[in-house]
């Protein structure tokens, strides 16, 4: 009868790897962290391109809510949208946090679009730049576009 002893320097090693997996998020489970949007990075330094789909000269608002698309399905945003909310003139008028929507009449401007939404808080009137900001990281939002209202 053979008795399993690891070796001390696999064991070791072994134990390295889990800890790396762990700490970079690819252990399991679930996460709130977004892997590439802290130390001050742009917030969804990941994304492809993304823009305001609504309101836009053509695409009026959807009540109070204000719309962005992205062209990519692969970045944090995609991944964790509720970890995204919209800020306006980079200050402290924050939106809702975002959730992924369909919009098959919204604009197109890229070869694949997602589209993600928040509400606006009411009573807003001039024209605003918004910016895609990640609150629970330590990240730099990220300019999206212009609106006007």
Do not use: K
Request: glycine share 10%.
């Amino acid at each position: 009868m053979r008795i399993f002893r690891p070796h001390p320097v696999r064991l070791a090693r072994a134990l390295i790897a889990v800890s790396i997996l762990a700490a970079a998020g690819c252990a399991g489970g679930s996460s709130n962290s977004l892997p590439n949007s802290g130390n001050g990075q742009l917030c969804d330094s990941n994304a492809g391109s993304i823009t305001v789909a609504r309101p836009t000269f053509g695409f009026p608002a959807n009540g109070n809510t204000i719309e962005i698309v992205s062209s990519s399905s692969t970045d944090d945003l995609h991944g964790n949208p509720g970890a995204f909310d919209l800020n306006l003139n980079n200050s402290s008028l924050v939106t809702s946090t975002l959730s992924l929507v369909p919009d098959n009449n919204g604009p197109h401007p890229y070869t694949t679009d997602f589209y993600y939404q928040a509400t606006l808080p009411g009573g807003l009137s001039g024209t605003y730049n918004v910016f895609l900001n990640a609150p629970s990281s330590n990240c730099q939002p990220g300019f999206v576009g212009t609106v006007s209202f």
